[in-house]
């Protein structure tokens, strides 16, 4: 926010008095300016306008007042912060290719925006696409997405086509394409299946105590390889069309007729052709446990695909399935984009809530409103039932659970629970708001996050870690790293503490020693996970700074902090080594590729206000690094209140990033509170 400049020079060694103490009275035009005592100072705060018209900067909490007041405005009629959750660049090929296969009409309207989005988004050197939109291009990106404008319609002579394809073939062509890759061209017929490696669905079959039986997956890949299981095991293919034909020329650099598909994959022993009745039986429960949402869009629209096939297009599960395509999609500036999930609902909701709540914004009558909103839409966003079967497909409990996006979706994540009954916890406690959640209700969500400990007292995201760590020698995705089974997670386990913490503060005999047991085990496994530099690797985010915001947070909800606790101490020094020259923090998503902080060239509004929670909840003892990083959030704020797009924000499998827009609001608001609170909100000049 900018302060009002004169044209003369103001002398400041004049005597002068307590400049924010001034008040501006207003009476039908009148206009009368009043000292205020300190009794007077509490109920009447300085305004923008009294600030402006003094010459006063604006401080901290202006700042966070100001940036929630544009934040405000993207909050939705039911209740919950929108946003898009684009990134990956592997994702709108399935959806595209399963929609050809299956007949099912692209929308002319989306066809137009995604090739907008396409475009815009390919690489502007040579044309081609890489695994996320900041990636380098590969043939992953850039063979799958040219398949996409083909079957869109763009010309092979196109110009962003012949640009394309001509690094398509510089990289080898398509015949290298890694194994999803090779899958959806398989199903589309320009790949042969006799150049994938094996994925038998009769592993499904094995007794399920066989360590290396799917059911012991992490849950997104063991919902990936069941599809992709049915449709290797019946080699689905789409029927030759002229398009077909030409894409078998146009993806390769040599006769789509002369290749040696058997010498494209590395021979592992060949797969019989029996499918299993038991594999589309789990198909359908995952259909039916998200109301034919499934679990993120990879398994979206291999089910797609899946239901087609076997039930055909007539079929009532295939009309149901169809209709869910369009929650995934998202229109954005550069045109329509699949989203990560089908939304970011849950998780942006009750953070916004916290950091309007703790930045001392909820007091505010102008929010009321939006409070009451969020808590509404939390409300109706909690699980209230368990998954059907939820043995058979191998599920675990839900009731009283959040998920990341909607009810709807219906998985379970432990730090979206936390942070769903933290919000409520916090939402209800405010003097204006109803007890929409009773607590029977919160008592469930507790319920859940206590079966959620791993042996080594660290929190998954999903499950609890069901096979051994070797099973990552399967990794048939050479793409991610780390997905064949759960792993503890320093943020999931950060957020479960946090959470569980909070709910003994409101309800002490609920369950009381088991939570004094995980506890005690978990604050264990944080220690335990830090590096010798002081630094938590983040696996959600980026990166470090993200980690350690969870980290030191959870440690000071049990009064650790850097003058109690080496580990906060060393967590707060390992920040403050990276603090750049303007006074921010900027982390490149390499930090998270190579498991060592990497700076970003430059600093982001969203790095600086993670670090500073973590400074600030820490306790660190030195207010002049925390002042210069809130100086960069105020000065990067633009006059509406808005922080403008950085660099992306999330990653997922230590090498996809995936953007959180809505972060440049809600932790630059939540940082500018805290410090207003902390330090008396004094004038930043
Ligand atoms: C997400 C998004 C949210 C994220 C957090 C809640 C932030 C995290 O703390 C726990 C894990 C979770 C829920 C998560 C897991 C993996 C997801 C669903 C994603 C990163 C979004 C997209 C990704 C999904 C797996 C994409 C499909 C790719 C595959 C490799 C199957």
Redesign the pocket.
């Known amino acids: 926010m900018h302060s009002f400049e004169t044209n003369k020079i103001i002398n400041n060694d004049i005597e002068r008095t307590d400049l924010s103490r001034w008040r501006l009275k207003v009476d039908h035009g009148r206009q009368t300016w009043h000292y205020l005592d300190d009794d007077e100072i509490k109920n009447w705060p300085q305004s923008a306008i009294d600030k402006y018209w003094i010459g006063l900067p604006f401080t901290a909490f202006d700042t966070a007042r100001n940036g929630f007041e544009f934040f405000k405005q993207l909050q939705t009629s039911d209740g919950h912060w929108a946003g898009e959750y684009g990134g ?1 660049m592997f994702l709108m090929p399935g959806l595209i290719i399963a929609m050809y296969i299956t007949h099912i009409p692209i929308p002319e309207a989306w066809r137009i925006e995604i090739i907008r989005y396409l475009i815009n988004h390919a690489n502007s050197v040579d044309g081609g696409w890489g695994l996320h939109i900041e990636h380098h291009s590969t043939v992953f990106g850039t063979a799958l997405n040219y398949v996409v404008l083909r079957i869109l319609g763009l010309d092979p002579d196109h110009p962003a086509m012949v640009k394309s394809r001509a690094t398509l073939h510089k990289l080898g062509g398509a015949i290298g394409i890694p194994s999803w890759g090779k899958f959806w061209l398989a199903s589309l017929n320009v790949y042969d299946w006799e150049g994938l490696n094996p994925i038998p669905p009769e592993l499904w079959l094995l007794p399920s105590y066989v360590p290396f039986h799917p059911s012991r997956y992490w849950v ?2 063991r ?2 390889y069941l599809p992709m299981g049915y449709c290797y095991g019946r080699r689905l293919s789409a029927e030759i069309t002229p398009l077909i034909e030409q894409l078998r020329q146009e993806l390769y650099v040599q006769p789509f007729d002369t290749i040696n598909w058997s010498k494209a994959r590395n021979n592992i022993a060949k797969a019989d052709l029996y499918i299993p009745h038991t594999n589309y039986e789990l198909i359908k429960l995952e259909d039916e446990n998200t109301e034919y949402l499934d679990i ?3 398994n979206k629209v291999l089910h797609i695909l899946c239901t087609y096939y076997e039930e055909g297009p007539d079929s009532k599960a295939f009309k149901l399935s169809k209709e869910r395509l369009i929650d995934y999609m998202w229109l954005g500036p550069e045109g329509m984009m699949m989203n ?2 089908n939304g970011t609902q849950v ?1 942006d909701t009750a953070l916004t809530a916290l950091a309007v709540i703790e930045a001392g914004l909820a007091d505010d009558p102008s929010n009321h409103q939006s409070m009451i909103h969020a808590l509404e839409f939390l409300e109706d966003a909690q699980i209230k039932k368990n998954p059907k079967d939820s043995k058979r497909c191998y599920r675990d409990n839900t009731i009283g659970a959040w998920g ?1 996006s909607t009810r709807d979706q219906g998985y379970n ?1 432990s ?2 629970s936390s942070l769903g009954i933290k919000a409520v916890l916090n939402l209800q406690k405010l003097s204006y708001t109803p007890d929409l959640i009773s607590k029977k209700r919160l008592c469930q969500t507790i319920d859940i996050l206590l079966s959620m400990q791993n042996a080594d007292g660290g929190i998954s ?1 999903y499950e609890l870690i069901r096979g051994s760590k070797l099973m990552e020698w399967l990794n048939p ?1 050479e793409v ?1 790293g780390n ?1 064949m089974i759960e792993y503890s ?1 320093p ?2 386990t950060s957020c479960v503490l946090t959470a569980l913490n909070t709910f003994r503060k409101w309800y002490p005999d609920y369950r009381a020693t088991e939570i004094e047991q995980i506890t005690k085990k978990s604050i264990q496994y944080l220690y335990n996970s830090q590096d010798e530099n002081g630094g938590w690797y983040g696996y ?2 980026i990166c470090f700074t993200y980690a350690a915001m969870f980290a030191i947070q959870c440690l000071a909800t049990f009064g650790e902090t850097y003058e109690n606790s080496q580990v906060v101490k060393k967590g707060c020094d390992f920040l403050i080594s990276k603090q750049k020259k303007d006074g921010g923090w900027g982390e490149s998503y390499k930090s998270c590729e190579t498991g060592t902080y990497v700076h970003h060239e430059n600093s982001q509004v969203v790095n600086t206000a993670w670090a500073l929670l973590a400074l600030m909840e820490g306790k660190y003892p030195n207010e002049e690094p925390i002042r210069r990083g809130i100086q960069l959030l105020i000065s990067r704020q633009l006059p509406t209140g808005e922080w403008k797009q950085e660099a992306i924000e ?1 990653i ?2 230590q090498n996809c990033a ?1 953007s959180y827009p809505n972060y440049k609001f809600i932790f630059p608001i939540w940082a500018l509170g805290m410090y207003a609170k902390i330090y008396n909100n004094p004038v930043i000049f």
């Open positions: 990956p997104h890949t919902a990936v993120a869009p990879v990560g999930t998780w990341f994540v730090d979206c995201s995705a991610f997905i997670y943020e999931c959600w985010a999330g997922f499998n995936i």
